[in-house]
Every structure is written in structure tokens, then in C-alpha cells.
């Protein structure tokens, strides 16, 4: 019966330590088995669900076997993705905002004039008949407000400083899915308002990263030294950056 239709996916429950101890009974976790014209198994995992690929003719015996020796491999990626999934950002009530590389508590606050303020360890968002889409729409004008306060003014006075101020036609402000900053030949630099969660110093980096461009369109070796004689520190901002931007994106 190999490679017959009804072999195509079979789903197996794997037991799992998912987020206890030792002590706790083992969690059910579905695992879906598709078989493919493929050589290897391969294991992937998204959205707490487990999927193994395999070739046609992997037996059952062989598929459970890989399981079984991934087992620890699985338990710590979905544990991962789920810790991955309660940092992500949202934007409700005694939710947590990590606003310039500090925990903050949002708190809404009722009150006649919108306004956002970080008072201690809270993230105050001050408005009238506050709900979350209201809350979230502050706050992306507030950080809209703070990113053409900000980063428009210092990538001039950079561009300005650099002897290439000639060549920005124009800076962009937008929120992009994947991107802090991007830039093209013809002069326009883009940046992503969501930066403004972060600390200044990753900010003015990526100020550098897109202005330097208008020098070196490439990261080669020559553009690298430009942002390091302004931004000395800016492996320690890219390492930081590859490892908290997951919590500053929200929808
Ligand atoms: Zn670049």
C-alpha cells in the first residue's frame, strides 16, 4: 500500500514536557506525517503544530523512530515559539510594551485629551472610552509623531555632515512588515516608525545604516567602515536588534 492516497497524512500524538516539570503528566501534541517524492525527513514546526515530511517509502516504524529521537528538539521549539508568541506586542490593557529595552505595563487611563506618557515601569495611554483598536491607533501616531521628530531631522544633519544632503529626495516613514530601513538609488530613505520603540542608540544606527547607502549603495567592506566611524558599537546594535525586533512588531 505504499504510496496509496490514504497514506499521504497521518497524524500521531507525541507526548510532551510542553512548559512543566518532570513531574507533570506529558502533553498530547499532534504531529502530521506527509509523505512526499522526497529523500529525508525533515521536521518543521509553526504555530504549535509539528509536521514531519518524509520520503513515500519511510514505514510507520521509521517516521516514530525520527519522532522519538527529535523529542527533545521538538519540546524546546515549541517552547521557543511560544515564548516567542507571548513577547510579541499587544497593544491591551496590562499588557507588556518593551519600550526602549524596559518591560512596561500599559495601563489605559480615561481622559478627555489623548496623550501618551511613561510614568516609572508604566506605559500610560491616556484617552476617551478607551478600547484596544483605539489604544493602538495612539499609539501609532505617537510613535509616527516621535519617528518625523526624530530620525527625519538627524538623517539630514547626517546627510548634511556626510556631504551627501543633494542626494535625499526624500525620507519615508512606514510600517513594514520585515524591513527597519530601506533605501534606493534615486535618493529615497524609508524607515520603519516601529524603531521608535527602541533604545536611541539602535535608532541612530539605523539612521547611519540608510544614510550611509547614499555613499555606498552595497555592504561592502568600504560601507561597513563609514557606519563604524559614526556608529563604532554598530555590530553590538545589529546583534541586538536580531534579537529583540520580534517584540516590537504588533498589527
Ligand atoms: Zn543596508
Known sequence: MQGNKAQMARTKIVHLNIGAGSKQPRQPIHCEVLRSKR?????????????????WGASNAEVDEF?????????????????????TLKIEKGGKIFYRARELTIVFKEGRKQRILINGDKFIIQGYKLNAAKARVQVEDYLI???????????????????VDRKIKEIKLRKTKSKWGHCTSQGILQYNWLIMLAPYSIIDYMITHEVCHMIHMDHSRQYWNLVGSICPDYVHYIDWLKAHEHRFWFD
Open 39 to 55: 529523500k529525508t525527513l525533515a521536521l518543521y514546526i509553526k504555530q504549535q503544530k509539528v509536521v514531519v515530511r518524509c520520503p
Open 67 to 87: 519522532i522519538e529521537n527529535n523529542h527533545a528538539w521538538i519540546q524546546e521549539r515549541l517552547l521557543e515559539e511560544l515564548q516567542l508568541e507571548r513577547e
Open 145 to 163: 509623531d516621535k519617528a518625523s521628530e526624530y530620525i527625519i531631522p538627524r538623517a539630514r544633519g547626517l546627510a548634511k555632515y556626510l556631504g
